[in-house]
């Protein structure tokens, strides 16, 4: 049987942490341990966490660092080969570690594997995410992940687990890099790792939560996960088009916040015929429109009416 690693990085989250806890506890199979590194929460994070009487769950504490050295010291400390990732934020259903063995146990030369998830976008709407690849509903080898993460990426931090040795070998996360981490390392795992995906639904992410990270992060700083493989992208033509599409979302965000400077600089940067029609379209329109839009498509969400730019 398969022992994982439960890693999960502490900042500000005491409206949200004994949910996920207790999410982790009612797992189906029984074989790991947790690691929660508080990274400096003020809000009394951790004695949320303290309450919990499980042997199981280890509360490391350290100053504010950030999600990317808070997993990594929390990884650095895992006693098993097998690490599982969930935000403080997030929910596991039940079968969620289970369905990880599964995976691993079909696809034994995957070192990496990932399970599929949905998005809670509204009180009452949860989105599905739509995958670039052949087969979405088949359990499978991903030939070519920056190819099936087109539409939505198919690995979710909080719904994947990876080896030890892979995190080693593709150099852990980024501690320079305050949001798109997780993307960032995603694109070293579809660089260097064998990828499996799993299309049951274990776990949920909720967009709209408190001390959200990337809400809080400046644009620009979002250049760097986006930035950080150029030179990988010229030897790579399936990872050129999709840090274009990570170009394209940033590009709407920049235009939507009257930066032209960094709207500009995004845009000469990507290759344009890697964006479909509607994307284009978005590119040249106004940012009162854009702003417009974006409120529409929050309203229509309301209504479980989803309208989304990448397909």
């Known amino acids: 049987m398969i022992q994982f690693s439960v890693v999960i990085p502490l900042y500000n989250k005491a409206n949200y942490i004994q949910n996920c806890l207790e999410s982790v506890l009612k797992q189906t199979h029984k074989e790991f341990e947790v690691i929660l590194v508080n990274d400096g929460s003020t809000d009394g994070s951790e004695t949320v966490v303290e309450r919990f009487q499980d042997s199981r769950i280890r509360l490391v504490h350290q100053e504010n660092k950030g999600a990317s050295a808070a997993r990594n010291k929390a990884i650095s400390l895992a006693k098993h080969e097998w690490i599982a990732l969930i935000d403080a934020d997030d929910y596991w259903y039940p079968n969620h570690l289970e369905e990880l063995q599964n995976t691993i146990e079909q696809f034994p030369k995957a070192d990496v594997v990932c399970n599929n998830y949905e998005i809670l976008l509204e009180k009452d709407y949860v989105k599905h995410p739509t995958f670039s690849i052949e087969y979405p509903l088949k359990a499978q080898y991903i030939e070519d992940y920056f190819k099936g993460s087109l539409i939505d990426p198919i690995a979710w931090t909080s719904a994947l687990s990876f080896t030890s040795s892979i995190f080693k070998k593709v150099g852990e996360f980024d501690t320079n890099i305050k949001s798109g981490q997780d993307i960032d390392l995603m694109v070293k795992f579809g660089l260097a790792a064998t ?38 992208e010229k030897k790579n033509p399936p990872l050129h088009h999709y840090m274009d599409i990570n170009r394209f979302s940033l590009a709407i965000q920049a235009k939507m916040a009257q930066d032209n400077v960094l709207f500009k600089e995004l845009v000469g940067r990507l290759d344009i015929h890697h964006l479909n029609s509607k994307q284009k379209l978005l590119l040249k329109t106004p940012a009162n429109v854009l702003r417009g839009l974006k409120y529409l498509q929050s309203k229509l969400t309301q209504y479980n009416l989803y309208k989304s730019p990448y397909k």
């Open 195 to 232: 990828i499996a995906f799993n299309p049951k639904v274990t776990m949920r992410y909720h967009r709209k939560t408190e001390n959200n990270l990337s809400d809080e992060t400046g644009l620009r700083e979002k250049l760097n996960y986006i930035d950080n493989h150029r030179s990988e």
